[in-house]
């Protein structure tokens, strides 16, 4: 099977980061992880990370934001019994404190 596509959304719940004054962006993104069987660790798959993006403004997305990433055309081979893991996170400049929660969705293109 080859994974083809990944379609991520993110709608926050919650903010209560606080960027110190200039510090510019907090990126949310999404990554593909792997499992070979018989394999507990998981692996980031290649390629696989999605920045999503938004019309309102970062560094602090309001409560209500929705934020939303595509990716297309990734040809990576997915062997049968191969877990996959989709995981996301926030990354931001050094000073940048705080929590975003939200609710995480995703669809993935198997062929």
Excluded: H
Excluded at 21 to 36: C, K, N, Q, V, Y
């Amino acid at each position: 099977m080859t994974r083809e596509s990944i379609a991520t959304y993110f709608s926050v719940s919650a903010n209560t980061i606080i960027p110190p004054p200039g510090a510019g962006d907090i990126t949310i993104s999404a990554a593909l992880f792997r499992s070979e069987t018989p394999s507990n660790t998981f692996v980031i798959i290649p390629d696989s990370r999605v920045d999503l993006t938004s019309t309102q403004a970062l560094p602090n997305p309001p409560v209500g934001t929705a934020l939303r990433g595509f990716r297309y055309n990734l040809n990576i081979k997915v062997r049968p019994e191969t877990r996959l893991l989709l995981v996301f996170f926030v990354t931001g400049p050094v000073g940048v404190t705080g929590v975003i929660q939200g609710f995480a969705g995703a669809g993935v293109g198997i062929e």
